[in-house]
């Protein structure tokens, strides 16, 4: 098995973006990258908001995703707020800020239940939007099968997300611009062993997205 490569955001992660363009062809912008992950046979986790899921989305990763796993990326990824104000929810919590304890709760079993027919899904990992979290969210993890926690170094140093108690969750961070970048940047950095995160969402953007998910795939397959 070959490390893991964490990628986020579907059926999207930034608003502005998908009304922009990506709301035509997110599917097949996903799927330019992950087929080369699948034929990589790389093992992969790709996080899946479920409230923001269109129909076909769920018949579409069920297709796909093979080698992979769809985890949990939040419930709504943060969009039924002030988009335009988003950053300013990060250090409180991102998608979770202000929410009680029952309504992040509430949110984690529809979001769950929503994807636990999926045959590729795997609820021991869950990545919070924008690696923001906090302490209401960690009390609702303490009673479900998540595991693991991913973050980015930038957020977890920023929010002081360490004085948390996690209760027992384990914290995987990937460190900002280094494991935490373009695929293209990413594969310079292979020997850092933290883990690996990527965004379709960016990455789609460059016109040699696929030729960088396939030199990635490569190098990690070697
Ligand atoms: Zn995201």
Known sequence: MTRMVRIDDFPHGD????NSGHMMDYQERVEMGLRVFEEYKVHYILGVSPGLL???DLDFLEKLVRHGKVVLHGYDHGWSRD???ITESW???GEFEGQTIEAIR????AAHGILRNLSCYDPTHYIPPFNAYNQNFLDVMQHTEVKYIHGCDKERYSYNLDILDHH????????YHKTYDFASEVIH?????????????????RPSYEEDYRALAKALTE
């Open 83 to 85: 988009w335009s104000r």
């Open 106 to 109: 509430t949110r984690y079993n």
């Open 189 to 205: 950095n292979l020997d850092n062993l933290s883990q690996i995160t990527l965004h379709w969402i960016y990455d789609s953007q």
């Open 91 to 93: 250090a409180g919590g």
């Open 168 to 175: 027992g969750r384990i914290p995987l961070t990937s460190q």
């Open 54 to 56: 269109q129909i076909g």
């Open 15 to 18: 608003l502005a973006l998908f």
